[in-house]
């Protein structure tokens, strides 16, 4: 993706089976646990580089002894701050204390990252900042281990305001007013709810350790989770650990996060992305099962009857509308699945592209905005591929009737393939600091760099594919600057996502209707249309609808484009992404997926709100309305904050 957008949490649990010796025995190492999560981590890097949080919960240590222990890290190279940081301790251990690094009795007393319970979180932060507070895991400390609470997720909620004031009115004085630790604090109180219900009912009859494990045995979390959740609205998949050792993940109603699991005899593994569990654990794509939307996986202390873990629905499941965004771009395109859908929305771009060269594919060379439209560029060129299998089948036959099919012309039609060239190269981030603002521009402009000599000037048109287009910010800055040093007689940009029109408010950082440059290209033809009128009317309906007492799954922001053909506001953003000050004289042309060739390459993910303005829950109208109210009254910031 050129436009750098932050989204897509990622997490991981590791819950062992078995005693460590038995991974001492098995594998060589008690760590085999913790290692594990290191690289269901590292295999979600992708996910979050703005934190990254550790959780190691000790089931069985003794009273006086800590049984959580949380490291947390914000920043550049976070994961490898923090695995740095656990790797460390582990080594001044055995230089220090002579522990052997397979000694798991004397490592479970000293040792802070070894336990039966792991957790992993990677961030990437919609909002909120960037500190080491605000990564997760959270934690919700009690000296009653069933209390104890820990939580991380991939999530925003839309309605974070209406949960605060909820906790509010129970009593309660929040800290904060994040998602994270208001979903937090509303699991906490119903947590709290379920002991003190099990503490009265043996009252007399149980104390001291025997009490707390009986709670631990009797405390239903699928309960607690029901009545903490019954409020939310947003897209989520969160995970969490309880003291004595049980955890879960739970996911959205209606899909929109991803989340999986893995089970077999030595652990129970959950993460945010299947690709991350097959190549952890070494197992088929189909041992991995996705979490059920609606549905958490409760994994217990201990078995019962024989089960360790179990999906439990937690509330009805609503119609399936998982997220587009991770198919085009959020997760590792080397999940089978992912891999085969980039491709097929490669090829469904075809017939646009030939249309936008004038069918003229003798003189365009193919070419991908680096990293990850690398996927659909393979999918275009098996698509262009098929198109001229065709059409050398049509030519054959059709110098065959006139009598003209010789050696030569046959050669020329056989020699007729897609002119592939590696156009456009990522450099590394550029130190834009060191500069003033009167150059920063000249050096964000660097940030690609082309292959020159792949064409010819003048005369040959210059396609590149890429997997979406948010802003249009890097290709006006930087992109289409350096293209145009080729000379080529036109670009095309290709887009193997549709037009971005609407704000997301469930978890990716695209909630300011005013910085999406299809937005942008609406607004200006309103305008320059003599339709400002619309404008005007949009607001006043959005103020009106939040004034109601019940809100309609109305987005009225959706008569902003109800003027306009998609081919109307794909020419606006090429003329809006097109640097002003270019000195090339040639012709951009900018081309978007439909939504029905979106819904066509991935038929089994039908979460588009960014697309068509059709949002799942409720509360995604209401946030779109408000960004509009906040881009006519100039005020910045998502829609949908919680006020402390």
């Not at 820990?150 to 009115?169: H, P, R």
């Not at 393939?417 to 000249?442: C, H, V």
């Not at 609407?502 to 910085?515: A, F, Q």
């Amino acid at each position: 993706m050129s436009d750098d957008i932050k989204h897509e949490c990622g997490v991981a649990i590791v819950r062992l089976k078995q005693p460590l010796a038995y991974y001492r025995e098995r594998h060589g190492t008690p760590l085999w646990g913790l290692k594990k999560l290191y690289l269901l981590m590292e295999k979600q890097r992708n996910r979050g580089q703005d934190g990254a949080g550790l959780g190691v919960l000790k089931q069985h240590s003794a009273p006086g002894s800590q049984y959580f222990h949380r490291q947390r890290e914000a920043g550049p190279n976070s994961l490898d701050r923090l695995w740095r940081h656990v790797h460390d301790d582990l080594a001044r251990l055995v230089r220090d204390l002579k522990i052997g690094s397979a000694d798991e009795t004397a490592l479970m007393r000293h040792y802070p990252w070894l336990g039966e319970l792991y957790l992993g979180h990677l961030r990437y932060g919609t909002h909120g900042g960037n500190s080491t507070e605000v990564c997760h895991p959270y934690v919700r400390a009690s000296n009653w281990r069933s209390r104890y609470l820990s939580v991380a997720g991939n999530f925003n909620l839309t309605n974070t305001e209406e949960i605060f004031g909820m906790l509010v009115k129970m009593g309660q004085h929040p800290i904060g007013s994040a998602d994270t630790s208001t979903v937090m604090e509303k699991i906490g109180h119903f947590l709290d709810v379920a002991n003190e219900a099990l503490v009265r009912k043996h009252a007399g009859k149980l104390d001291g350790d025997e009490l707390a494990k009986r709670i631990g045995d009797e405390l239903d979390l699928a309960r607690v989770l029901r009545k903490a959740a019954r409020a939310w609205d947003g897209g989520y998949f969160m995970i969490g650990a309880v003291g004595h050792g049980a955890a879960f993940a739970l996911r959205d109603p209606n899909g929109i996060r991803p989340g999986y699991w893995y089970e077999d005899d030595e652990v129970v593994a959950v993460a945010s992305e299947r690709t991350a569990l097959v190549t952890c654990f070494n197992v088929r794509n189909d041992q991995v099962r996705e979490v059920t939307p609606g549905a958490a996986l409760v994994i217990n202390h201990q078995p019962v009857e024989g089960r360790w873990a179990s999906e439990v629905e937690i509330l009805p499941q609503a119609e399936r509308r998982s997220c587009t965004f991770e198919r085009i771009y959020f997760s590792r395109g080397n999940d089978a699945d992912i891999y085969r859908e980039r491709k097929a929305l490669g090829r469904e771009l075809v017939p646009a592209l030939l249309k936008a060269i004038d069918f003229d594919l003798a003189r365009a060379v193919i070419s991908y905005i680096p990293n990850t439209a690398e996927s659909a560029y393979y999918g275009l060129l098996e698509g262009l591929e098929a198109h001229l299998a065709e059409w050398k089948e049509q030519e054959i036959l059709r110098h065959q009737q006139a009598g003209t099919l010789g050696t030569d012309v046959l050669r020329q039609i056989l020699a007729v393939r897609p002119w592939q060239e590696k156009a456009a190269l990522k450099d590394a981030k550029l130190r834009t600091f060191i500069s003033g603002d009167d150059d920063r521009g000249e050096l964000v402009s660097h940030a690609y760099d082309i292959t020159r000599g792949i064409l010819r000037p003048g005369e040959d048109n210059l396609v590149v594919i890429d997997d979406s287009i948010v802003r249009g910010t890097t290709l006006r800055q930087s992109i289409l600057r350096m293209l145009s040093r080729l000379e080529p007689k036109r670009i095309v940009v290709l887009s193997s996502a549709p037009q971005i029109r609407y704000p997301d408010c469930y978890g990716i950082d695209m909630s300011e209707l005013g910085r999406f440059v299809a937005f942008e290209a609406a607004i200006t033809l309103l305008r320059d249309r003599g339709q400002s009128h619309i404008i005007d009317e949009v607001y006043r309906a959005c103020i009106a609808e939040e004034a109601k007492a019940r809100p309609e799954s109305i987005n009225h922001v959706k008569r902003v484009y109800e003027p306009f053909t998609d081919d109307e506001l794909s020419e606006r953003i090429a003329k809006l992404v097109r640097p002003t000050d270019l000195t090339w004289d040639g012709e951009v042309r900018i081309v978007f997926q439909t939504v029905a060739g979106l819904r066509w390459a991935i038929p089994g993910h039908t979460g588009d709100w960014y697309f068509t303005g059709d949002y799942p829950t409720p509360g995604g109208y209401r946030v779109a309305n408000r960004a509009f109210i906040n881009y006519v009254e100039k005020r910045q910031g998502r829609a949908y904050e919680a006020k402390a």
